[in-house]
Nanobody
Framework: VQLQASGGGLVQAGGSLRLSCAAS????????MGWYRQAPGKQRELVAR???????NYADSVKGRVTISRDNAKNTMYLQMNSLKPEDTGVYYC?????WGQGTLVTGLQ
């Protein structure tokens, strides 16, 4: 399985971004998927995930601002991020457990 994350960039505070994660290879639609991020000097942390049962989980820091979704027909997962804050800055990684993408950089500007 290969995962290709895209959609990162520079965004002014309050702006929006949509990250995409395209999966290729042998994929089971019931695999859990998620987005993690790693800010400079910090450990990688969960942002949002979809469990294999379809439950959505969000980090407290992004609740109400972020929506995770998946399109099984396109083998693609999305992370819609609204009301971005400078503290959302980091490299965002997508995972289709246990596989990981290469990361896409999001920079929230003051």
């Amino acid at each position: 399985v290969q995962l290709q994350a895209s959609g990162g960039g520079l965004v002014q505070a309050g702006g929006s971004l949509r990250l995409s994660c395209a999966a290729s290879g042998s994929i089971r639609s019931l695999n859990g998927m998620g987005w993690y991020r790693q800010a400079p000097g910090k450990q990688r942390e969960l942002v949002a995930r979809i469990t294999n049962g379809g439950t959505l989980n969000y980090a407290d820091s992004v609740k109400g601002r972020v929506t995770i979704s998946r399109d099984n027909a396109k083998n693609t997962m999305y992370l819609q991020m609204n009301s971005l804050k400078p503290e959302d800055t980091g490299v965002y990684y997508c995972t289709l457990y246990p596989f990981w993408g290469q990361g896409t950089l999001v920079t929230g500007l003051q």
